[in-house]
């Protein structure tokens, strides 16, 4: 009879598995770790627009697994996770290595997920990973350099209409970030930046319809006119067929077609495959095939494994599949974990929904505070980017990220004074908590020659 293995493997380096990890390591948890992802490195998605426009570096956005585990104890794998044996408890992996545990952590995420519309998979440009950045960059770039030496206007026009598919947050971000991006590129090479045509196409009548940011609905709808160039959105309009050289989609019963050599996908996603191989029953599943979890984020059949993210939902309790939800999440896993060693009682997972973040352009972006109240423009980007600073994965990687961007957008930008009021900074201290947090606003509070410093 084979001795029992005392130890934990996490599948998925995103949030909530990295956050797990590194909470076991800071909690001298007892048993090995092991943490398993097919990258080299860890994706901080939320800052992925900012990775894309070079509004931040990759060691800030796409930090590699070895270095924010270095000196933690955590064993980092890399490789991809071919099947997962639930009742045999074993993962393995594409490389022919397998893995026992007595605790397992599934954090695999989501997939981008293309809902079988026609050619959507070949032809439309996800926007979901460092690579999918990498990809939609060259594209682009490759599109502006074809139109600036191209004298047929016909021509011109598509390789300079981007179609962005989809009106929920991911698709609003990408508008409004090209519409300010792609004049700069297109200016530089000497183009005609009035021709470029940035379009929004949203299924339904309201983008960000049914979306955590919902509130920053008519913050966001202003702010994509405000744009460089102005985001089109085209509302109720279905994507029906993607094509190498155009998009058809319904609109009030008719079928319609955009020219354009750039559409990207931004609507929606979909279970990893991995978790829907799992012999779990669709009784135990949400209507998105995602996995049912106690309070405590143990699985209904196998209680020795925990599941968060995208590819969980807690009973009678759905959350937002965000940043911020996945990786109190993963802390909480770590205590549950821990406590499980140790023979004590496990805690229900307790998430603070603080606020939501949404960019809006180069800098600029809208924040919504628990409802309370609502920060846009150059004020809200600096919130934004305070507060997801403090979510970097450890303090080394947090503090030389924040060093950078302090130097960068505190100290070498101006703010005017009278576009920063002190609401934002009560938010910085509140969203944006710890030293970073501070350090802003104790600069916002200086630019506004406040009388109240002594108050932080």
């Known amino acids: 009879m084979n001795s029992p293995v005392y130890q934990t493997v996490i599948v998925g380096g995103g949030f909530t598995g990295l956050f797990t990890a590194l909470n076991l390591a800071h909690q001298d948890y007892s048993r090995a770790v092991i943490l398993i992802d097919k990258n080299e490195r860890f994706c901080f998605k939320p800052l ?56 397992l952590v599934l954090a695999l995420g989501s997939v981008t997920g293309y809902h ?33 030496q191209t004298e047929d206007p016909e021509q011109r026009r598509k390789l300079l209409t981007v179609v962005v598919v989809g009106g929920g947050a991911s698709g609003v ?71 190498a050289n155009s998009i058809e989609y319904k609109r009030n019963e008719q079928i319609e077609t955009l020219p354009t050599y750039t559409t990207i996908w931004t609507a929606g996603t979909s279970i990893n495959p991995l978790i ?52 109190q999440q993963g802390a909480n896993i770590a205590q549950n974990l821990k406590a499980l060693a140790l023979g004590e009682d496990l805690n229900p997972v307790k998430v603070n929904i603080r606020g939501t973040l949404l960019k809006l352009g180069l ?15 150059e004020a809200g980007h600096l919130i934004r980017q305070a507060t997801y600073l403090t979510l970097l994965p450890t303090p080394i990687h947090d503090f030389k990220a924040a060093t950078e961007w302090l130097d960068e957008e505190i100290f070498h930008h101006h703010l005017d004074p009278k576009d920063v009021g002190k609401k934002v900074v009560q938010a910085v201290e509140v969203i944006g908590a710890g030293v970073v947090g501070v350090l802003v606003a104790r600069k916002l509070l200086k630019m506004l020659g406040s009388e109240d410093k002594k108050e932080l």
Not at 278 to 298: A, F, G, K, N, Y
């Open 173 to 243: 971000e990408m508008a409004a970030t090209l519409g300010d991006l792609l004049p700069d590129w297109y200016n530089a090479l000497g183009g005609n930046s009035d021709e470029i045509r940035v379009v929004l196409l949203n299924h339904g009548k309201e983008i960000l319809n049914g979306d955590i940011n919902a509130p920053l609905r008519p913050i966001a709808e202003k702010e994509l006119q405000k744009r460089t160039i102005a985001v089109e959105i085209l509302r109720g309009a279905e994507a029906t067929t993607v094509h």
């Open 363 to 377: 800098n600029d972006a809208a924040a919504n505070f628990l409802d309370v109240f609502e920060v846009a423009g």
């Open 48 to 103: 992925l627009y900012e990775y894309f426009s070079g509004e931040m570096d990759s060691f800030q956005v796409v930090p590699r697994f070895s270095e924010l585990l270095k000196g933690s104890g955590v064993i980092f794998v890399q490789d991809a996770v071919q099947s997962i044996d639930l009742h045999q408890q074993q993962v393995k992996l594409a490389s022919g290595n397998s893995y026992n545990y007595s605790n």
């Open 276 to 327: 829907k191989d799992l012999p779990i029953s669709q009784e135990h599943r949400d209507h998105s095939d995602r996995l049912l979890v106690t309070p405590t984020m143990q699985l209904l059949d196998f209680p020795e494994v925990f599941a968060g993210g995208d590819c969980a939902a807690v009973q009678d309790k759905p959350l937002s599949p965000t940043a911020q939800v996945a990786y």
């Open 116 to 148: 079988h519309l026609e050619g959507a998979k070949e032809y439309a440009l996800p926007f979901w990973t460092q690579e999918d950045a990498i990809a939609i960059d060259r594209h682009l770039r490759d599109c502006l350099q074809q139109a600036v």
